[in-house]
């Protein structure tokens, strides 16, 4: 999955669990960004690139959700 995927399933989440969701992509030349869900954020690094597992499982923790959730 990459960062663009995952951004898409956890805002189809927050929709389905009536939770705002949203992107801030940072100002200036790098690719990350902050991903809120509800008041809680996690930083998504690349958008176009891949996740690796232990990335997305530290992701998934921050924002206080399981894969499960974005299965």
Excluded at 42 to 64: F, N, P, S, Y
Aim: aromatic fraction near 8%.
């Amino acid at each position: 999955m990459n960062g663009a995927e995952f951004i898409k399933r956890v805002k189809r989440l927050g929709l389905k669990n009536n939770i705002p969701v949203h992107f801030e992509s940072r100002p200036g030349k790098g690719s990350h960004g902050r991903l809120y869900y509800g008041t809680i954020f996690t930083t998504v690094k690349d958008r176009k690139k891949e996740i690796r597992k232990g990335l997305l499982h530290a992701m998934l923790k921050q924002l206080g959700l399981s894969i499960n959730d974005i299965l």
